[in-house]
């Protein structure tokens, strides 16, 4: 299986992670094949900087020594790496701009589901904007300022416009009205990263993977 390797040096390698793969090892699929473990056959030990959820495509780095596993961990840590992800969302905004700052607190339930929890919540912070409105569904830009587990899908869930494809936070109350069977994972893609590392900026970007581009098309011609 070849990854689409988007950079590389000394001290990182960037690549575009395929939806369904595990990123790192963990969770309740210790044992099952993750990127990193593929990664390290051709690369050599790597470092876990950030994640991204299994069913989430694109960008994703990973330091190539310790040094630069320091220094990337505090660039995330101070907010100095700016993310975006673009997600296709259930419903259409009638905002243009719009920033949740919803307390979120992780693995509530059995479903083990981020929830909106003003008391015991954790602060987040997610800025969106609308790229594309289509018939019922719309194509936004999601720019997460903080990193809690499944942070916009949550906080786009407590906004009404659940991303399409997500059963886990679209109500299962008209599930198949606002969710129709276009996708088969949550539709959020990792488009990319910018940061400066070693005094160089960098600006990397994953392009869509074949299901991401085919639903787009197919909802820009009006299915």
């Not at 243009?96 to 929830?115: E, I, K, N, Q, Y």
């Not at 198949?176 to 900026?201: T, V």
């Amino acid at each position: 299986m070849g990854i689409p390797v988007l950079y590389q040096d000394e001290g990182l390698l960037v690549v575009n992670k395929s939806a369904g793969l595990a990123a790192v090892p963990g969770g309740w699929e210790k044992d099952a094949p993750n990127l990193l473990a593929r990664l390290e056959v051709d690369f050599g030990k790597l470092w876990i900087v950030h994640r991204l959820d299994k069913g989430t495509s694109g960008v994703i780095l990973f330091a190539r020594n310790a040094a630069a596993h320091r220094t990337l961990s505090l660039l995330f840590e101070n907010r100095a790496v700016a993310k975006t992800y673009h997600a296709i969302v259930c419903c259409v905004p009638s905002w243009d701009d719009c920033t949740a700052r919803h307390p979120l607190r992780p693995s509530a339930g059995h479903a083990h589901r981020t929830v909106v929890d003003h008391k015991r919540g954790k602060s987040a912070e997610t800025s969106f904007r609308v790229l594309e409105r289509f018939n019922s569904h719309a194509l936004l830009a999601a720019m997460p300022a903080t990193g809690r587990t499944h942070q916009i899908r949550a906080h786009l869930a407590a906004l009404g416009f659940p991303l399409l494809g997500d059963t886990l936070y679209t109500p299962k109350v008209g599930r198949d009205s606002i969710s129709p069977p276009l996708f088969n994972r949550p539709a959020l893609h990792a488009y990319s990263l910018a940061f400066e590392f070693d005094g160089k900026p960098l600006y990397l970007t994953a392009p869509y993977p074949e299901d991401f581009a085919l639903a787009v098309d197919k909802l820009r011609a009006g299915h």
